[in-house]
């Protein structure tokens, strides 16, 4: 694809979003936005955006695999907003912290092992192109949010390392927008970590 036709492509995939598509993706940067702010809110956005995904999911498009994983994240929308919010009405807000490796390498195992059992279902029971490429994000995805849940630092690395395969997975579907969008993604997850991980340094007490 030359540089024309990246361009037509383009402009033709934002004529064609409808104002649903817009509201989920702009519901979306919002929740970055606000989580690397370390505001409660964010959750009512991811919650919002996840809802009106599912939405799409299942009565536009026909996807339920897709539609049941956002409905899973409304759940978890909910989960980190009770988590962020309690923690706060107890004066004990939940604090940014970092996880030893050995703890990210028994997750990264489970991710695995979730990604073959996702892939499998995927390639069984869906249409999807690439199953188990799906599954590696969807199943790290699912970590990911959990280890924003708990306001673990490295879990905006996982982010950005799987939003950045989401987007060669977009390139390759010519979903030109899509992939831009996951551009976005990767960015704005950038910045969170940068800008949790100047916080953490701030609250840390230093030693000597």
Sequence with gaps: MDFQQLIAAFAEQIKSQSVLDW????TSLAYIWLAAKERPVCWVFGTVSSGLWAWASFFRYN???DGLLQVFYVGMGVWGLYAWRAGKQADQSLRIQQ???????????AGLALTLALGFLFQTYTPTSYPYPDAFITAFS???TVLTIRKVLEGWLYWVFFDTLAIVLFWKKDAV???FVMVVYTVMAAYAWQQWRQKLKIETPQLG
Excluded: C
Excluded at 99 to 109: G, I, Q, T, Y
């Design 23 to 26: 509201a989920i993706t702009l």
């Design 63 to 65: 996807l339920w695999v």
């Design 99 to 109: 996880w030893p490796l050995r703890s990210h390498f028994f997750l990264v195992l």
């Design 142 to 144: 699912i970590i990911a």
């Design 177 to 179: 927008l899509l992939a």
